[in-house]
């Protein structure tokens, strides 16, 4: 099922916000281009006073102080409605904007997938209560992380076998995520479990809403092969949840998971403006440097131009879809991933033994990380087979 078509989410959402959530907020317009703005926050207030309070330190409490600051400055959510606490920025100024956090090297923001997935499908799916919780992300009180993946399911995520049994006045659950990102550290997850066993397994899910501070959590970091520990493996045994806690209808939770999933992967258009300027940045380096003879001169410009047809076809993604996911942003997906996989063995073929001595950790961190572009979000292959199937309308993976 694809997720929701329109104008961007908020019609889609048909949001009706609490008026908690619309005070204070509205008034905030900004009076000149926003990522001007932004650049001059980050550069004059913020980054400043973060780099006297915590140097260079990428540790959890320093990042979150960062949101915060930038929070305080109505800067969590700016592609949010101004209704609700955001700054109603289009997505070409929010692909600005995420330019002047890279070209700044700011701290990474907590925030993002309660801003980019969770927000928007609460938005989507949720009770004026649950709302709610839109407020708190936006004032960083509270930081989300997607509890989707099991050992087992995957890419096949319908196969998942966390179970949330009704209770009288709830559920209890048991089961194991993994992969969880940031998970270690968040407040709050958006979790799946199966709630009908007999159902078929595209049916009896229903979606969560679960503070990660019950009884009966455990959590266990994944250290990764940079030594970081950006994933957790999440375990719950026998935890209580209220009734009020499920996310969109009861046994439904399958198109709750669209909506997010479709949100995860249009957050690639944010970014894939980026990757093109990098790509070309890299390219033009590497010329100055008199370093692009022979072969490489003919992989360096293939790179170049995938990277003018990346940011051509975002740019049109962009008109198209406006906002809300749909089938270009797969494609968006596939096309940057790949892309952003092939500049990183470019740079390590490029630099060599620099890169494996450790002289030049950012190319070989960019490496590493590469590899994970094609597996978050829906993996490569699994990708090709929905556009295949739901864009080209070539018959269906027998497999499934
Ligand atoms: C950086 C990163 C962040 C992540 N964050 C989260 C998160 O916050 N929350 C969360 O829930 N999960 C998260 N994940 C997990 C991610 O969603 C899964 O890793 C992904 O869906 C793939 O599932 P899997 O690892 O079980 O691999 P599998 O599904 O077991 O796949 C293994 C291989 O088989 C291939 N394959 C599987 N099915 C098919 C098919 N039908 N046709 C062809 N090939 C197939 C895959 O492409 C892959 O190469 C994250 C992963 C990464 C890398």
Redesign the pocket.
């Known amino acids: 099922m694809e997720p929701p078509r329109g104008r961007g989410w908020i019609e889609n959402a048909n949001l009706r916000v609490p008026a908690t959530v619309r005070s204070g907020r509205c008034e905030r317009r900004l009076t000149e281009e926003p990522q001007q703005t932004l650049r001059t926050l980050l550069e004059t207030v913020i980054l400043p006073i973060h780099h006297d309070r915590w140097g260079g330190s990428d540790a959890w409490v320093a990042c979150v102080d960062f949101q915060r600051q930038l929070g305080s400055h109505g800067w969590t959510a700016p592609g949010w409605p101004v209704e609700i606490g955001g700054l109603g920025l289009s997505i070409e100024q929010q692909v600005a904007c995420e330019g002047v956090y890279f070209d700044l090297g700011a701290p990474r923001r907590v925030s993002v ?1 309660g801003v980019n997935n969770v927000g928007p499908t609460i938005a989507a799916h949720g009770t004026p209560a649950q709302k709610r919780h839109l407020q708190a992300i936006v004032d960083v009180d509270e930081v989300w ?13 319908a196969s998942l076998r966390t179970r949330a049994d009704r209770m009288d006045d709830g559920f209890t659950i048991n089961g194991q ?7 270690l550290n968040a407040t709050h997850c958006l979790l799946l479990a199966r709630t009908d066993p007999e159902a078929p397994k595209h049916q009896g899910i229903s979606a969560f809403l679960v503070p990660l501070d019950l009884p009966g959590i455990t959590r266990r970091p994944i250290r990764q092969i940079n030594g970081e520990e ?2 957790a493996e999440l375990f719950f045994d026998d935890v209580k949840v209220p009734a009020t806690s499920v996310l969109g209808p009861i046994d439904r939770g399958w198109q709750v998971t669209m909506t997010t999933l479709g949100y995860e992967r249009a957050g690639v258009l944010s970014i894939s403006g980026q990757l093109a300027i990098e790509a070309e940045t890299t390219v033009r380096d590497l010329a100055r440097r008199g370093e692009l003879g022979g072969p490489r001169l003919d992989r360096a410009m293939r790179i170049f131009v995938r990277a003018q047809l990346l940011r051509t076809s975002g740019e049109r993604a962009l008109s198209a879809e406006a906002g809300t996911p749909g089938p270009l942003s797969t494609v968006i997906k596939l096309a940057w991933s790949s892309l952003a996989t092939d500049v990183a063995e470019f740079l390590v073929d490029t630099r060599g033994f620099e890169v494996v001595a450790g002289a030049d950790p950012t190319v070989s961190e960019r490496f590493l990380r590469s ?3 094609t ?8 990708l ?2 929905l556009v295949a199937e739901r864009v080209l309308g070539l018959p269906k ?1 027998p ?2």
């Open positions: 997938y992380c997607q509890g989707f993946s099991e050992p087992d399911a995957g890419s096949d995520l995520k993994i992969w969880t990102s940031i998970g950006e994933f590899r994970a572009l597996i978050a979000g829906g993996t490569t292959e699994v090709k087979n993976d497999t499934r």
